[in-house]
């Protein structure tokens, strides 16, 4: 089945610099990866997603990477804020899953003022 | 706005207690979800359901059942509570519409339950 892994599991950055968080998966035919973001006491959001036959996506300060040759895709937040500061999960979504998603174990993001 | 809610945002059990979390979600989503959260765990699917009456495990069903009689509403059941369950469960929600690369995925989740076993 498919696997994801991410990394790193902890990052700390000074405001105004940028953060990269990477994701691997395992099935070849994964075909969307979500990318959530969940600030502390809150729950899981959608911030970003990219599908498979698409290599970049940028919404303003964030921009999602596939390599499907590499199988792994990246997000990247430029001029960090504090209110970035979340924990971050990469997900996949492999057609024989059905409607369900493969999550990564998280990122936490802190950004420092 | 979907809107996902659960029962309970803190619960304390003691162990071998049957405990229920309930979670409801008013936009007609096919598709619901039962997560555990866990740190440095990420998120690990329970169970799901598709349909009403209908469900599948997840990776980490075991000492959990679900039950999803009406479609707006999923229900996790603990049959007989462990320390080892004590976490934060997140339920959440989904569409089946559109198709190929149109589907849609995105999940919708609750506040989620911390549930503390003692």
């Known amino acids: 089945g498919e696997n994801v892994e991410q990394h790193p599991s902890t990052l700390s950055v000074q405001e105004g610099d940028s953060a990269v968080i990477k994701c691997t998966y395992s099935?070849?035919?994964?075909?969307?990866f979500p990318w959530y973001k969940q600030e502390l006491g809150k729950r899981p959001q959608l911030i970003i997603d990219?599908?498979?036959?698409?290599g970049e996506k940028k919404d303003q300060r964030i921009a999602v990477t596939l390599n499907k040759t590499a199988k792994h895709f990246s997000l990247h937040i430029t001029e960090t804020q504090p209110e970035d500061s979340a924990v971050y999960f990469c997900?996949?979504?492999?057609?024989?899953?059905?409607?369900?998603?493969?999550f990564g174990a998280g990122t936490i993001l802190r950004v420092k003022s | 706005d979907v809107k996902v809610t659960q029962s309970s945002r803190y619960l304390v059990k003691r162990t071998g207690e049957k405990v229920f979390l309930e979670c409801v979600q008013d936009?007609?989503?096919?598709?619901m979800f039962w997560y555990r959260q866990d740190p440095g765990l990420g998120l690990r699917l329970i169970y799901f359901?598709?349909?009403?009456?209908?469900?599948e495990k997840g990776d980490i069903p075991e000492g959990y059942s679900v039950s999803r009689e009406k479609k707006e509403r999923f229900s996790l059941i603990l049959e007989s509570a462990s320390t080892n369950q004590t976490s934060m469960y997140l339920c959440?929600?989904?569409?089946?519409?559109?198709?190929?690369?149109?589907?849609?995925?995105?999940?919708?989740f609750g506040p989620g339950t911390r549930l503390t076993v003692t």
């Open positions: 959440a929600s989904s569409s089946t519409r559109g198709g190929g690369t149109g589907r849609t995925y995105e999940q919708y």
């Open positions: 997900a996949a979504a492999p057609p024989e899953y059905g409607n369900k998603l493969v």
């Open positions: 099935d070849s035919a994964s075909n969307y």
């Open positions: 990219i599908r498979s036959n698409v």
């Open positions: 936009m007609d989503h096919e598709n």
């Open positions: 359901s598709y349909d009403v009456k209908m469900k």
